[in-house]
């Protein structure tokens, strides 16, 4: 595995992370950690390689609620069929110091780099064959119909945000579907097809792990063409339609915030090719 994001722009939480980390595989496994640090979104979490073994570890301040994306990877290990290749969880360990909680994750610790390294949109094509593309396909499908009460997309989120990043009045979502909620190319290893980082996973409109994993690939066409023509049997529908837009709502909200400036222009010229209206053009 490879480093996804950056660490804490806060030095003391930089080292915070660490010292949590040190401490967990001592605890763990008895052995020090080695090879290249991986950081989450924000510094919120760091995961690195431990013998033969993945350690990954979150944080959250004490006076934080847990809320779905503390337990994910655990839950997704459990909950979910086996055919659906990704790490087995291997061991847990929570604990609490100086004002947070921590929670370390050993897993399986995957051999394979991921397709996108630095963030989740892709930047070339990276010329998948056909096998890899049916496994994911049937990978989403396997999870599909995996009973959670796990809410990865929320219908009060769309309530409020459509029309404020669409431009357009929030839809009823009827057609619901159990799936990743963060699948794009930092969570995908190309040698062979595994899943990585499944604290997002959940319920969420059909069409939306599609429609995001589309948007996140819009820089390299051949790619976006390749997502499109895989999950046609849902994205052309008005139900795949629908989780489209919302996934590209939340993208908007990123944007704005100032992330993914790279795909900003083609993530609104999507959006207004599917509502015929232009996209508000907002900022943080």
């Given at each position: ?10 030095q003391p ?45 979150v944080s ?182 629908t989780g ?41």
């Amino acid at each position: 595995m490879d480093a996804l994001f950056a660490p804490p722009r806060n030095q003391p939480d930089e080292e915070r992370m660490r010292n949590a980390h040190h401490r967990a595989a001592r605890t763990l496994l008895m052995t020090a950690a080695s090879g290249p640090e991986a950081w989450g979104w924000q510094g919120r979490t760091i995961g690195r390689r431990c013998g033969d073994r993945w350690l990954r570890v979150v944080s959250r301040p004490l006076d934080k609620p847990a809320g779905r994306l503390w337990d994910g990877a655990a839950t997704a290990d459990t909950q979910l069929p086996r055919i659906i290749p990704r790490p087995r969880v291997v061991d847990v360990l929570e604990w609490t110091a100086g004002g947070h909680c921590y929670r370390a994750e050993l897993s399986e610790l995957v051999p394979w780099p991921v397709i996108q390294t630095g963030g989740p949109v892709l930047a070339d094509d990276p010329a998948l064959p056909q096998v890899w593309w049916t496994e994911l396909s049937a990978a989403l499908a396997a999870m599909s119909s995996v009973p959670t009460e796990r809410q990865a997309v929320r219908q009060q989120w769309i309530d409020k945000n459509f029309d404020a990043y669409l431009g357009i009045p929030p839809v009823q979502v009827t057609a619901w579907t159990t799936g990743h909620g963060d699948l794009h190319w930092a969570n995908l290893c190309a040698e062979h097809l595994v899943v990585l980082d499944w604290e997002s996973w959940g319920t969420l409109p059909i069409g939306y792990d599609a429609g995001l994993l589309h948007a996140y690939s819009l820089r390299a066409p051949a790619t976006a063409h390749r997502v499109r023509t895989t999950f046609a049997h849902i994205l052309n529908t008005p139900a795949g339609r629908t989780g489209e837009l919302v996934a590209l709502a939340q993208l908007l909200q990123v944007i704005a915030r100032g992330h993914h400036q790279e795909i900003a222009e083609a993530i609104r010229a999507r959006a207004e090719l599917l509502t015929g209206r232009p996209v508000p053009r907002r900022t943080a």
